[in-house]
C-alpha cells in the first residue's frame, strides 16, 4: 500500500491536517469524480439510469462488504450521518435506553426524540467511561 499515493487522492490533505471528519470529511478525487457523474447523469437523463444506478450500489455494497469481512446484507446505505445514528439508535431502542454525548450534534438525536426512544444525554467524559 503507497500512502502517499492514496494521500494524493486527497487534495484538502495537501493543506489541512483534518481530524474531524463526522458528516464532512474533504473528498477523494475519485468520490468527487463518482458524485458529478451521478449530477450530470441526472441533469441529462432524470432518473432514467435508476437501474443501472441500483446495479452500481450492489456492486459497491458488495466491495464494501468485501473490505470489512463482512456479507453484503448487512451492509447499508443512509442518507446522512444522522439518519445512520438515528437508524441504529431505533434498532437498538428495544435494548433499553440510548446513551449519548449531551453537546451530540442536534440532528444525529433529533428523530430519536420524537419517536418515543429513551435518549439519555450525558457529560461525554461519562459516555467515554461506559464505553
Ligand atoms: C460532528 C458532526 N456530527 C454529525 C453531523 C451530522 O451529519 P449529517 O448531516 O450527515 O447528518 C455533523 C454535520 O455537519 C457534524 O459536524
Redesign the pocket.
Given at each position: 500500500m503507497n500512502w502517499n499515493q492514496i494521500r494524493a487522492l486527497f487534495p484538502a490533505a495537501e493543506h489541512y491536517t483534518y481530524l474531524?471528519t463526522?458528516?464532512?470529511p474533504p473528498l477523494s478525487i475519485l468520490a468527487a469524480r463518482e458524485g458529478k457523474r451521478y449530477y450530470d447523469e441526472m441533469a441529462e437523463h432524470g432518473d432514467i439510469p435508476w437501474e443501472s444506478w441500483l446495479c452500481q450500489a450492489e456492486q459497491i455494497r458488495e466491495k464494501l462488504a468485501t473490505l470489512v469481512n463482512a456479507q453484503a446484507r448487512g451492509v447499508a446505505f443512509t442518507c446522512?450521518?444522522?439518519?445512520g445514528m438515528n437508524l441504529i439508535a431505533g434498532m437498538l431502542g428495544h435494548c433499553g435506553d440510548v446513551l449519548c454525548p449531551a453537546d451530540e450534534?442536534p440532528?444525529?438525536t433529533c428523530l430519536g426524540f420524537s419517536s418515543g426512544i429513551e435518549w439519555i444525554l450525558c457529560a461525554r467524559e461519562i459516555v467515554a467511561s461506559s464505553i
Open positions: 474531524n463526522a458528516a464532512a446522512s450521518t444522522s439518519h450534534f440532528s444525529c
